[in-house]
């Protein structure tokens, strides 16, 4: 774990305390790119980590702040993302795979973040959960599966979804948590992306089936 302040942060706003953490990529050239805009504060945005594609981590803000990272978004109904989470920013073009050092790494520093705040695995949430349209780190390249296994994140559905129901399909979103605005095709892009990456086309029961229940 390596120190390296950002002056981007600031006091988590209502007597907020972290309740989620929300996983981003970078999108940038390399870990060292990304430090420099974390930490500029003339760029107005942090994160509490990073962790690079060889697994090196670097705390940018103390857990206890808000950091700058979710930007505008909303969660279970819930506004002020960074006031309620924790940011963890992978070191990831979001074009190609998440190396193995950098997924062991974040393996071995979620459980702490999550025992310290008590997040469980539902709290743990990508940025396209939140800013839908928006944002679509950490991407389909993530490895969500992965996470769930070791207890980390919630896992999919495995059937028993029934027919393909849009207003199901909304309803049982909204009760995992997909409640910001948005239309039916962005609804299905967005809840794709986080739980069945490789889908296409319209609406069908493998999406209703990968929706894990509330």
């Known amino acids: 774990m390596r120190w390296c302040p950002s002056p981007s942060f ?3 706003r209502n007597g907020l305390k972290p309740s ?13 790119a990304a430090l420099d805009r974390l930490c500029d504060g003339g760029a107005g945005v942090s994160a509490h980590y990073l962790i690079g594609s060889d697994g090196t981590i670097w705390q940018m803000v103390k857990e206890d702040a808000r950091a700058w990272h979710a930007g505008a978004g909303e969660w279970a109904g819930m506004d002020d993302i960074n006031s309620r989470s924790i940011g963890i920013e992978l070191d990831n073009r979001g074009d190609h795979p998440f190396s193995e050092p950098q997924m062991a790494a974040l393996e ?3 459980p702490a973040i999550m025992d310290r705040w008590g ?7 990508g940025h396209s959960d939140v800013a839908p349209g928006r944002k679509r780190d950490p991407g389909p ?3 969500w599966a992965r996470l769930a296994r070791r207890g980390l994140a919630r896992p999919a559905g495995r059937g028993g979804g029934g027919a393909p129901d849009g207003a199901r399909l909304r309803a049982l979103a909204r009760a995992l948590g997909f409640t ?9 892009e967005t809840v794709r992306l986080r739980f069945r990456p490789w889908g296409r086309g319209p609406l069908c029961g493998a999406d209703m089936d990968a929706l894990p229940g509330p």
Do not use: E, P
Request: glycine share 10%; no cysteine.
């Open 180 to 188: 910001a605005d948005m239309d039916d095709a962005l609804l299905l």
């Open 10 to 12: 600031g006091a988590r």
């Open 141 to 143: 390249r993530f490895d």
């Open 119 to 125: 997040i469980g695995a539902r709290g743990v949430i």
């Open 20 to 32: 989620l953490i929300v996983l981003h990529y970078t999108a940038m050239a390399d870990a060292h």
């Open 108 to 110: 071995g520093l979620m």
